[in-house]
């Protein structure tokens, strides 16, 4: 049987830093802090992702900006994140107890491209109250006839002619 040793959060870093010439992170004492921008459709805002990983234990994504996050009418809480005492809300990207992120996969081609994907699906459901991202729970609101959503459109205008 052949076993995979574990990517440091030193490799980890380098592994981001050249995926993502842009971003900037650093390492002290065995925790890797690592951030990047990144815009999940043209028309989409854009957002400062940070992802925290300490020796032998599962990364934690963050957004880091836009703060705090907007919620579809009538949510109460963010969909798919977890939420802390101190405020600050980390993104559920993947089931722990599901195998289904071990050390020896890549933060770059996993992690980042699930916020990626999360930040797409956030956008949506502010604007439908609808997940439309999978996973477990129920996300979704009742959006009412009356909401306003026009300002959700309103990077179409600001396209060049």
Known sequence: MVTRKGLSPSQQLAILKHE???????VHLGKMVWRG????????????LKIVLEQDKKPKAYIDYPKPLQLAEGAKTLPHTYRSSKGVQQLCLFLPSAGEWNSSMQIATTIVHWAVQWMFYYELWVVTGKWLGGGHGNWDTEITESADTSSHYNKVDQLPN
């Open 20 to 26: 993502f010439p842009k971003s900037t992170g650093n």
């Open 37 to 48: 921008n990144f815009q999940p459709s043209p028309l989409s805002d854009m957002y400062k």
